[in-house]
């Protein structure tokens, strides 16, 4: 198996100042302004955005685009080009597209500053600037074919890689225009192409990365071969915070094939020729460990923690009006409690990363969603300057926020320091699921009073659970954690008395982001409750949402939108009812429509999914729809399976015989439905998520007249007797 490619394009610094270049007979552009001359270009064109990216045409007129989104699945590698190429008036089939390395000078997102992919940032944070570095290019060859025609630049226009002077019909392929243009200095402020004029933007385009990934060519990190490169498993403390107190190295190290047994920062190294070898290393080994404080951890004591968190007021993430005051007048109150649990991420394909420790240099390979993060933790480890530190992004088997940590990467780096050659550390399934960053558990209270009409008039909300924010450091301790309110916060009702309140209570887990992140947890509490106050109304819970979303008419048009598809209110087979939520999460807007029958047994069987998505422009509208589908996917298998446990500080689950997936024969059909506003581009990759477990959850509730306030489903619940 051949190494994972690296990146084609490499230039210097002072190059891409220049702001263009000929390299290899070719034109490049890059975007990239002096720091010392930033303050003053922003000051004469105001809001300007600077975008960072490269394009490059040879002389053959073969175009290359630098994508610098790293590809987990979500088509960045198809639709980032696909910006780039609309506005420089390419032709696609002709475009070769590169990874970008890691280089956050130079690729980092335009809007975090940081070169780490996640918060379905793709399309809405880079559109932009993509769409000027390809403007731009297109004007310097349009600006070069004038000069070579002696013409007014106003008289020409472009087709797919060729410039045409429009009254002549005279025709220049944009590789013989590549000289004169790296002469040109980057327009600033390029005109951009409306709508109208687009010609890959808003249509579907194949992906780039299906035919590699199906004929077996697509490198992930685990396919990764460099050459003396050793294998590494790595025993860890089975206890969240715990550590190694003793080893006995002695019988692993007389299996043949086990070269080193290193300590590490999250474990014992047992490095091999082998990954069943080093296995077998690991089973060999003889360890007693530092188990610390949480050794006598237990799932029921952290309810019972919460439970007792909840009854204390927490911060103020939203206030408007006085629900306490609106709930204490009386009238029809509804009270309930939701809770959910810990959740893995599960990626497919086990966390892995291999990495070449030099004394001069430091080359890591990994299916990393943080390749910045990953350069500085090279460097950090190795004591390198960053400069020093390549790496090499694979693709990824499955990113959902878990490959954004720095854990599996610190493995690799820590131990080919340690024994001087390169490694592949490889992790388990059971590795995998026992030692992740696991979405919060959290228990939420719910109050709100109704009026004689059945309206809310006060919506009084109290979150409990860990900050994610808070336990990386990322925020004080003290402050209000953003993403553990997100989608409880900005609950879009219109309701005159508000008051949702945090209580930060942390026992130690180690939490992460997770697909969709608060919203997919808050959303099924939010849109839940606001179920039941619609059936406590007596009134249509699609009718009494849209009611209540006058303030809010994207939220208002894509639940409209599910409920049309979806034929709302038209009579279904017996057995079967209609659930529905609506929820705003990384720009987007989106609804879904969950049709669900329940067995005698109590077993759930969703049979049809309606969604709809306002993400504001759909670049691919095919991956729109992607997206959603494995949102779906993704959202249902937590919804009916998904929970981490605790027991002794550890993780009761291990593998998918009980930390289930959802399997072929059980996913329901999809249906996905765009709604294009027009607006500034949303997310993709997490919107799909949060509203399928309400929307589910509320169906069972039309069918069964039992309510769903615990994830995942409990089926005995349900069983009719």
């Not at 190494?3 to 490499?10: V, Y």
């Not at 949402?545 to 008419?553: A, D, I, V």
């Not at 969703?606 to 670049?619: E, L, N, Q």
Request: net charge positive.
């Amino acid at each position: 198996m051949m190494a994972a490619a690296k990146p084609r394009i490499g230039l210097s610094r002072r190059a891409l100042i220049k702001g263009s270049l000929v390299v290899g007979a070719g034109l490049v552009v890059g975007f990239e302004l002096p720091v010392q001359r930033r303050q003053t270009i922003a000051q004469q064109t105001p809001g300007h955005f600077t975008p960072n990216q490269w394009i490059k045409i040879d002389r053959d007129g073969l175009v290359t685009i630098v994508n610098s989104v790293v590809e987990m699945g979500q088509g960045s590698l198809t639709t980032m080009p696909m910006i780039v190429a609309d506005e420089l008036d390419a032709d696609f089939d002709k475009v070769r597209v590169d990874q970008a390395p890691a280089n956050p000078k130079l690729y980092a997102n335009p809007q975090t500053g940081n070169q780490s992919y996640g918060g379905s940032r793709g399309v809405r944070d880079h559109m932009q600037m993509l769409r000027k570095a390809g403007a731009a290019a297109r004007e310097m060859l349009m600006q070069a074919a004038a000069s070579e025609w002696n013409v007014p630049v106003g008289e020409l226009e472009t087709e797919p890689g060729v410039v045409i002077h429009k009254s002549t019909g005279r025709r220049l392929p944009y590789g013989q225009l590549v000289d004169k243009a790296a002469q040109l200095p980057v327009p600033q402020n390029p005109k951009l192409k409306t709508p109208d004029q687009f010609r890959y933007i808003g249509k579907i385009i194949q992906r780039r990365d299906t035919p590699i990934k199906v004929n077996g060519v697509a490198i992930y990190g685990v396919d990764v071969q460099v050459p003396g490169m050793l294998i590494a498993s790595i025993e860890r403390c089975p206890v969240f915070g715990g550590s190694p107190k003793t080893f006995d190295a002695a019988a692993a190290k007389r299996i043949p094939g086990v070269k080193h047994i290193v300590q590490v920062t999250n474990g014992i190294a047992v490095v091999a020729d082998s990954f069943w070898t080093a296995q077998g290393g690991r089973k060999a080994l003889k360890a007693t460990w530092n188990e610390g404080s949480l050794a006598t951890l237990t799932s029921a004591q952290i309810r019972q923690g919460y439970e007792q968190a909840a009854k204390q007021p927490g911060q103020q993430a939203r206030k408007e009006g006085e629900a306490e005051k609106a709930l204490a007048a009386g009238g029809n109150v509804i009270e309930a409690i939701y809770e959910v649990p810990f959740l893995e991420h599960a990626c497919m394909e086990p966390m892995n990363a291999t990495a070449h420790v030099r004394s001069d240099s430091c080359e890591i390979w990994a299916p990393t969603q943080n390749p910045g993060g990953s350069q500085q933790t090279g460097a950090r480890i190795t004591g390198l300057p960053v400069e020093k530190v390549i790496v090499n992004t694979t693709f990824l088997g499955g990113g959902f926020g878990r490959r954004g940590e720095q854990d599996f990467i610190i493995d690799a780096v820590e131990t080919s320091k340690a024994v001087g050659a390169p490694v592949k550390v490889m992790w388990t399934r059971e590795d995998d699921i026992q030692h992740g960053f696991y979405r919060p558990a959290t228990y939420n209270v719910f109050k709100a009073s109704l009026d004689d009409k059945g309206m809310p008039v006060a919506w009084w909300n109290r979150l409990v659970g860990p900050g994610l924010q808070v336990q990386k450091g990322r925020v004080p301790a003290y402050s209000l954690d953003a993403t553990a309110m997100a989608g409880a916060r900005d609950m879009p009702y219109n309701v005159p008395n508000i008051l949702v309140e945090w209580v930060n209570k942390d026992y130690g887990i180690p939490v992460g982001f997770w697909r969709s992140v608060g919203s997919s947890q808050n959303a099924f509490i939010v849109e839940s409750f606001v179920d039941e106050l619609a059936h406590s109304a007596r009134q249509d819970p699609f009718e009494y949402r849209r009611g209540l979303l006058g303030k809010s008419p994207r939220h208002r048009a894509v639940l409209e939108l599910a409920a049309s598809k979806a034929k709302w209110g038209t009579p279904l087979p017996p057995g079967l009812a209609r659930g529905i939520a609506v929820c705003f999460s990384y720009g987007s807007y989106a609804a879904h429509v969950a049709e669900v029958s329940v067995g005698p047994d109590g077993k759930v069987r969703v049979h049809r999914i309606v969604g709809a998505i306002d993400a504001g422009i759909a670049v691919n509208p095919d991956q729109v729809k992607a997206q959603m589908e494995g949102g779906a996917i993704y959202a249902l298998t937590a919804t009916l399976y998904g929970e981490i446990t605790i027991e002794r500080g550890r993780v009761k689950q291990s593998n998918f015989h009980d930390y289930r997936m959802l399997r072929i024969d059980e996913a329901p059909e999809i249906e996905v439905y765009i709604l294009d506003s027009g607006e500034a581009p949303g997310g993709l990759g997490e919107p799909g998520v949060p509203t399928v477990a309400p929307a589910v959850c509320n169906a069972i509730f039309a069918a069964t007249g039992k309510r769903i306030r615990q994830l995942p489903i409990q089926t005995d619940a349900l069983k009719r007797a």
